[in-house]
């Protein structure tokens, strides 16, 4: 079956860096999006990559690797505020008959310490 | 300025009892969903939309109606309310079906006794 796993919880320090994981198994890609909910509000976009390779947005970076069906967000320079779900959404589907859904993983809480 | 905006953002509803939830975009989207989300799980979809007076199942749809009479606005009916129904559910809006940003609404807590 279809499935984006993420791990539940991450825990790092304010002024380093955090990797959240991804790992997909999908029929069919055509993206995947990392997205932030802080708790009790809506998930927030951050990244959409499609190809293979680090994609450099700054704060946010996203890895891609589609053979391995693995991705990964990095926040760098952390600091208190960034504590919240990171959410991993691939695309997975039918190219041939062009239906495509939003698979959502479970969200991996960040929590940043002092 | 919220562009997708939910009501209402909290509900107790009894069970049998019928819920309506209310959804409503200024983004000018064609695309309009409607998910739950559970502690543990991730979102799922329930009904989503690509035009007015049409409407699509998600992966759960068991139990839900969904209504789109017009391109801004999208409801989500839950006809019998039952315990399992007990989520927040949230809203989102996207331009297309290929993209991978969504615009969610700040999300609908209901709880069903």
């Known amino acids: 079956g279809q499935g984006v796993e993420q791990p539940d919880n991450l825990m790092s320090v304010e002024g380093t860096f955090a990797r959240v994981n991804c790992t997909y198994s999908t029929s069919g890609f055509n993206g995947l999006s990392w997205y932030q909910q802080r708790e009790g509000h809506a998930p927030v976009f951050l990244s959409y990559?499609?190809?293979?390779g680090l994609k450099d947005s700054g704060h946010f970076s996203t890895f891609l690797s589609r053979s391995n069906g693995y991705s990964y967000l990095l926040l760098t320079e952390l600091q208190i505020k960034d504590s919240a779900s990171y959410l991993c959404?691939?695309?997975?589907?039918?190219?041939?008959?062009?239906?495509?859904?939003?698979?959502f993983g479970s969200g991996t809480q960040l929590t940043v310490m002092p | 300025e919220a562009a997708v905006t939910q009501s209402p953002r909290s509900k107790v509803a009894v069970t049998g009892g019928k819920v309506t939830l209310s959804c409503h975009q200024t983004?000018?989207?064609?695309?309009m969903y409607w998910y739950r989300q559970d502690t543990g799980h991730g979102l799922r979809l329930i009904h989503y939309s690509y035009v007015a007076d049409s409407t699509e199942k998600g992966d759960i749809p068991d139990g839900y109606k969904a209504s789109r009479p017009s391109q801004e606005n999208f409801s989500l009916i839950l006809e019998l309310a039952s315990l399992s129904q007990t989520a927040v559910y949230f809203c989102?809006?996207?331009?297309?079906?290929?993209?991978?940003?969504?615009?969610f609404g700040e999300g609908s807590k209901l709880t069903v006794l």
């Open positions: 989102a809006s996207s331009e297309d079906a290929n993209t991978g940003q969504l615009y």
């Open positions: 990559v499609v190809l293979d």
């Open positions: 983004n000018n989207h064609d695309y």
């Open positions: 959404a691939v695309r997975g589907g039918n190219a041939s008959s062009g239906s495509w859904q939003l698979i």
